[in-house]
C-alpha cells in the first residue's frame, strides 16, 4: 500500500479538504489522500500553527474509516 500522488488519483470518491475553526484550538485542516492510484479514506489531520513569524502544519492524527 502507498499513498498516490493527489493529481494522479482515480476512483469514485471527491476527497475532502476541509478547514474548521475552534476558539478553543488552533485551526485544523483535514485531508484526504490517495491510497493505490485511488482516492480512499485514509485521511490526515493537521494543525494549523504560528510559529515565529510562520505557519506550520502540525499532523495532528492519521487514520481510515
Known amino acids: 500500500m502507498y499513498v498516490t500522488p493527489v493529481n494522479s488519483a482515480g476512483g ?3 476527497p475532502l479538504r476541509e478547514v474548521s475553526r475552534y476558539d ?3 485551526p485544523h485542516i483535514d485531508f484526504d489522500l490517495p491510497l493505490n492510484g485511488e ?3 485514509l485521511t490526515a489531520l493537521f494543525d494549523l500553527v504560528r510559529i515565529d ?3 506550520a502544519f502540525v499532523l495532528h492524527d492519521l487514520h481510515v474509516l
Request: aromatic share 16%; no cysteine.
Open 39 to 41: 482516492w480512499s479514506d
Open 24 to 26: 478553543d484550538r488552533p
Open 12 to 14: 469514485d470518491l471527491v
Open 53 to 55: 513569524d510562520r505557519w
